[in-house]
């Protein structure tokens, strides 16, 4: 099979080093890829939605399948745009239709899809420019901490979480009136806080069947402790070791199939990944988000433990037979450190040469916002590298993977030492 992959970042590499080892890929493409996926794959420079451009490079590599990276393709309607072209329908497309994939696209949506299936959300209500005061109204009946969020997409930095209740209406104000987010938070979602401990569980499923993929927890926050900003992610660990099986029998029971089963009833054609953001209340699991594909960092850490050929899976997925396969799973642990560029999330340096990538052998390195340049790997974006490490617990893993950062080099790198503090 020729295998076409969507996107270019850490996700996206760990895709490609799992695919690539299977016997099933035949040639591997990546659009537009980066440094890492250059090593094992074609990079095609092509912007992620532009289908026209993506469809020519499908008919000339004889693509076979396409699995779509981040969300914005999907919101936009990739897998949409190959259904409906008469050269492009029979290919694979490994992510949902844009009408599932407004779980992620839209927070109102999602949250509204939620209460349709009685799966355990926070309290919640929107609000637009239009009723701005009812916002601010809404707020003062809340106990704080006030969480807000914006609609729509805004790359993992549209959810603010404060404590003072005029911060809260002001931010309200920034995002409404004065577009904080631009387009994105031209809706904004409040919700009630819930107070418990965060992971995230990943589905992979054909529409009618699912299977469960090891659990992870991610660590948005720039600072260590978690405070400062948020950020893409600067680490994970799977599995989450609080996540024992009667946790999973309740998140399966109470949250999965319920997720699937409304995706049916509501006709959303779903054929991918369900990322579902929860939190532990007490012994409780409650729905903070869906994302429509893998989560990044967590891929990092999710993947390198699944025994399965990946391309398998996928051509499971694309024919409706995920029942027909059993998922084998590593029992060891996995962490992901990620290095970032000095500034990240808020303005940074491009453009800086990363040295001992060679020297690092006891971990996995997934390149990010890294490209290759005259002969060397510079950096290209906020979240430049993550570490991936395997040990008999995930202290073990977390430990070799700081082991092979402190072989690793690039000005002004920055890393959260951390990760995994609060379990």
Same mark, same amino acid.
């Given at each position: 099979?020729?295998?076409?992959? #969507? +996107?270019? /970042? +850490?996700? &996206?590499?760990?895709?490609?080093? @799992?695919?690539?080892?299977?016997?099933?890929?035949?040639?591997?493409?990546?659009?537009?890829?980066?440094? +890492?996926?250059? +090593? #094992?794959?074609?990079?095609?420079?092509?912007?992620?939605?532009?289908? &026209?451009? #993506?469809?020519?490079?499908? #008919?000339?590599?004889?693509?076979?399948?396409?699995? =779509?990276?981040? &969300?914005?393709?999907? =919101?936009? /309607?990739?897998?949409?745009?190959?259904?409906?072209?008469?050269?492009?329908?029979?290919?694979?497309?490994?992510?949902? &239709?844009?009408?599932?994939?407004?779980?992620?696209?839209? @927070?109102?949506?999602?949250?509204?899809f939620m209460y349709r299936h009685q799966i355990p959300t926070a309290a919640y209500q929107s609000f637009t420019s239009e009723n701005v005061e009812e916002g601010y109204s809404f707020l003062e009946t809340l106990n704080p901490p006030y969480v807000l969020k914006a609609d729509g997409l805004a790359a993992g930095k549209g959810v603010l979480i404060l404590k003072d209740l005029n911060d809260a209406k002001e931010e309200l104000k920034h995002m409404l009136l004065d577009s904080k987010f631009g387009k994105a938070s031209q809706k904004v979602v409040i919700e009630e806080f819930l107070d418990g401990i965060e992971l995230s569980c990943f589905v992979l499923t054909d529409g009618n069947n699912y299977k469960i993929l090891p659990t992870a927890k991610d660590y948005k926050r720039i600072g260590e402790g978690d405070t400062g900003l948020n950020t893409g992610g600067m680490g994970a660990v799977s599995p989450v070791p609080f996540a024992d099986e009667e946790f999973m029998n309740k998140i399966e029971n109470r949250i999965i199939k319920p997720t699937v089963e409304g995706l049916k009833k509501d006709n959303l054609p779903y054929k991918g990944f369900i990322f579902i953001g929860l939190i532990k209340v007490n012994d409780d699991p409650f729905v903070i988000e869906y994302n429509v594909r893998m989560g990044d960092p967590e891929t990092e850490a999710v993947l390198p433990r699944l025994k399965n050929d990946l391309v398998e899976l996928f051509m499971a997925v694309s024919k409706g037979t995920l029942n027909e396969v059993t998922i084998e799973i590593d029992e060891q642990a996995a962490s992901t450190i990620v290095l970032v560029s000095g500034g990240y999330p808020e303005s940074y340096e491009k453009g800086k040469a990363i040295s001992g990538i060679e020297n690092v052998d006891e971990s996995l390195i997934f390149h990010a916002g890294a490209k290759n340049e005259d002969g060397m790997t510079i950096t290209s974006g906020g979240r430049v590298l993550a570490i991936t490490s395997l040990g008999n617990n995930f202290e073990e893993a977390i430990q070799k993977s700081y082991r092979s950062i402190d072989k690793l080099h690039f000005d002004k790198m920055y890393f959260r030492k951390d990760i995994g503090f609060d379990l």
């Open positions: 099979m020729n295998i076409l992959i #969507i +996107g270019s /970042g +850490g996700r &996206e590499h760990t895709f490609a080093w @799992k695919i690539s080892s299977s016997p099933l890929c035949d040639q591997l493409f990546v659009a537009p890829g980066n440094s +890492g996926t250059a +090593g #094992i794959a074609t990079n095609i420079p092509i912007d992620l939605n532009d289908f &026209e451009t #993506i469809k020519d490079l499908a #008919i000339k590599q004889a693509i076979d399948m396409v699995v =779509v990276g981040p &969300e914005d393709p999907l =919101v936009r /309607g990739i897998h949409d745009f190959f259904l409906n072209d008469d050269a492009l329908h029979h290919i694979a497309v490994i992510g949902p &239709e844009a009408s599932a994939a407004q779980l992620e696209g839209s @927070k109102e949506f999602a949250k509204e």
